[in-house]
């Protein structure tokens, strides 16, 4: 066979989770909770399996769940999403992801990404025979340089993908890259896929800029969210993609054929689930008291913290500990110390010589502990 991605990897979340387990360290590297849901939830589930909804959902998901975020969303952002023709459930946000770019992307369209990227975009856009054009970002801040981004413009763009809350750098859009962003996309055939799975993950009191709160925008965005990281259930595998209906129906018909529809019983407990706001209200509050107490702990090691404005990311340098590259350092902390984090350079088509790892601290507070004690010995 000739392989469709010659040059892709193995997820490195897979890969360092595997390592993770094989020497027992404790794993900050994939990003997911280690504690509980609420038992609400796991109570719906059982309720909604014991009531007998245990056969397909509909295609585009269970009708109250897509009612429901199509209420959240009108209150959070202000955008009016038809529930019948904009809103699909998902198998979680790569699904959604993969399914958005399959609908818009033609051999030899060019995508414009941002790295580090999450690695699931660019062998979705190679598959599809598009074209990834990348542009890198930096530290300490990862800021967009827009006048680099209008560069990269022609008139092959056929999409740009966003991520804020960003992972793995844990920065946020704000409204000067909203506004870069429209004058770019104005006058031209771009869709926008903005990746939001972190939107409730935001800090210091700052807002999410989602696309659906501008109308100039929404009204060429796919809007990728999860509940995996609403409800602290990643296992799950349940999302979401919001788009105007021109856009979701293209959407649809590769999602009837990939997956169908998603699991039934889940969906109608997290319909039942979101009516109660606090359940996403709660969470940027919950996350920010996680967010700084590692931070304050790790003030004690000898990395450099970088900023961390939203999801549940933190990412050091390590320069003052060692001069090797993040993909070895990883490794070596995950082997000798016992702790197991992302070397962001994974994030990069081209690598980088940046030295950063990206720890996820959506944990317990003993695991947080532990995690920092070893941390402080480096
Ligand atoms: N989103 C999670 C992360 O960034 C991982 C998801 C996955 O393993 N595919 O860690």
């Known amino acids: ?52 909804f245990n056969q397909y959902a509909p295609m585009p998901g269970l009708l109250t769940l897509r009612e429901q975020i199509s209420h959240k969303t009108e209150k959070l952002y202000g955008a009016v999403y038809d529930p019948n023709t904009e809103v699909t459930i998902t198998a979680g946000g790569t699904q959604a992801i993969f399914t958005a770019i399959s609908a818009i992307i033609h051999p030899n369209d060019e995508v414009i990404i941002f790295e580090p990227a999450y690695d699931c975009y660019s062998p979705t856009i190679k598959l599809n025979g598009g074209i990834v054009k990348s542009l890198e970002l930096h530290p300490p801040d990862y800021r967009i340089q827009w006048d680099m981004v209008k560069k990269l413009v022609s008139n092959k763009t056929r999409m740009i993908i966003l991520n804020s809350p960003h992972n793995p750098t844990a920065t946020i859009l704000n409204e000067e890259d909203i506004k870069q962003l429209t004058d770019i996309v104005k006058n031209r055939d771009i869709i926008i896929l903005s990746d939001e799975v972190y939107e409730h993950l935001v800090f210091d009191g700052n807002q999410h800029l989602s696309m659906a709160r501008y109308p100039e925008l929404q009204q060429r965005s ?27 129906q293209e959407f649809r018909k590769i999602h009837q054929f990939n997956v169908f529809s998603v699991n039934t019983p889940m969906q109608v407990a997290a319909a039942e689930y979101l009516k109660d706001e606090d359940s996403y209200l709660s969470l940027p509050d919950f ?50 110390i016992g702790v197991a984090a992302i070397p962001v350079s994974a994030f990069y088509s081209r690598g980088t010589d940046h030295q950063v790892l990206r720890f996820c601290f959506a ?12 941390l402080i010995k480096l």
């Not at 404790?26 to 059982?46: A, K, M, R, W």
Request: proline residues 4%.
């Open 1 to 52: 066979i000739i392989s469709k991605l010659p040059q892709t990897p193995t997820t490195i979340f897979t890969v360092m989770s595997a390592l993770a387990n094989e020497v027992g360290a404790i794993n900050l590297s994939q990003g997911f909770p280690d504690y509980e849901c609420s038992p609400i939830l796991t109570e719906l589930v059982h309720k909604a399996m014991k009531d007998g």
């Open 222 to 248: 796919f809007i990728v969210a999860s509940f995996g990281k609403l409800f602290h259930t990643t296992g799950w595998k349940v999302g979401y993609c919001l788009a105007p209906a021109y856009l979701m």
């Open 287 to 336: 996350f920010q008291q996680k967010r700084d107490y590692f931070r304050e702990g790790l003030k004690q090691s000898r990395f450099d913290l970088l900023p961390c404005a939203g999801s549940y990311f933190q990412s050091v340098r390590y320069q003052n500990i060692a001069d090797e590259k993040d993909s070895e350092f990883a490794i070596r902390v995950t082997k000798e």
């Open 363 to 374: 944990k317990k507070q003993e695991t947080l502990d532990k995690a920092i004690e070893r």
